[in-house]
């Protein structure tokens, strides 16, 4: 590996954000997937939550190879569930809070919400949104403000719109620089991981 290329791998680990993340509720389109992979990279997310409880979604899932954007896949941990009870059990373990985006007479607007602290966000598919199971492990439901006719966003719009406000709450408290919730041990892990795998693809190729 090259110094530069360590530098690189070094400093996009010392912005990764290792107390936020997305929980992804039987989304049926893999684009979609993928396009919320894109979106938790882009603002430090280093790990995203897959569930599906929907058999054919799981055939699905497997049958493309886990299928996502190619530059994200090798850089974004994906943790797989096929029951809700087991995925949640997993997400408390990590994360402090979470918050589904579902439009409740107690919903918040997105900008309200705290997303310095240590939280999930959890989105439903493109029909139905999130179940009512699922949303029984949520501690708040949040919505997106929007000023249109039509009161909905893609999914994976509406990720990218969450994120985002993420980034902004997150960059004010300076957690990409010195102030960035991981610990040093943490870090080197997640380091050494990448490093891991940028050998594995190299090995690949």
């Known amino acids: ?18 107390n936020f993340t997305v929980i992804m509720e039987n989304v049926h389109d893999p684009h979609n997937i993928s396009a919320v992979m894109r979106s938790c990279d882009a603002v430090g997310i280093a790990e995203v ?21 190619a530059g994200t896949k090798k850089w974004i941990n994906v943790q797989y569930f096929t029951e809700i009870a087991a995925c949640f059990k997993a997400v408390r373990e990590k994360y402090d809070v979470i918050y589904a985006t579902h439009l ?3 919903a918040v607007e997105l900008y309200d919400l705290d997303l ?3 939280v999930a966000l959890l989105f439903g598919n493109e029909h ?5 199971e699922a949303l029984t492990y949520a501690d708040g439901n949040f919505l997106i403000p929007q000023m249109g006719m039509v009161q909905s966003l893609n ?7 969450s994120l ?17 919730p991981a610990t040093d041990t ?20």
């Open 49 to 69: 939550y897959v569930l599906h409880t929907e058999k054919r979604l799981q055939e699905r899932f497997f049958r493309l190879g886990h299928q996502s954007s």
């Open 164 to 180: 985002f406000e993420g980034l902004r709450q997150r960059k004010l408290k300076n957690f990409y620089g010195q102030k960035n």
């Open 104 to 106: 409740s007479k107690d």
């Open 1 to 18: 590996m090259t110094d530069k290329r360590l530098a690189r791998l070094t400093s996009v680990v010392n912005r990764r954000q290792l």
């Open 116 to 118: 310095t602290q240590s």
């Open 128 to 132: 139905s949104g999130v179940s009512e």
């Open 186 to 205: 943490q870090q080197q892990q997640l380091l050494n991981d990448y490093i891991e795998k940028h050998e594995l693809a190299g090995k690949e190729e």
């Open 155 to 161: 999914i994976s719009v509406a990720c990218a719109v």
